[in-house]
């Protein structure tokens, strides 16, 4: 496992969703490195939102990582906006 080596950004992605934003440098991971999953966790190390890359990801060739995870908002005391 790999930490990146800024903290990740939160921004709104559009009203209702954010994206948690993620970059580090390839240098500075290990060499070969081959993504196959992007965790963000939180103050404790918990893992909080897991994503997996299916085949994994090379970074050959590569001079930055960069990871978006985008989550949508609800609030509960809102009225529905999608129905089954």
Known sequence: ???????????????????LLGRTEVLALPAGQVVGRVLALNADCTPLIISSINGGLT???A???????ILRLINRGQPRTEFS
Do not use: C, K, N
Not at 1 to 19: D, H, L, Y
Not at 63 to 69: A, K, L, N, P, R
């Open 1 to 19: 496992m790999s930490v990146f080596t800024e903290s990740a950004r939160i921004v709104e992605v559009r009203p209702g969703r954010m994206g």
């Open 59 to 61: 970074l050959d060739g």
């Open 63 to 69: 001079d930055v990582f960069e990871t978006i995870e």
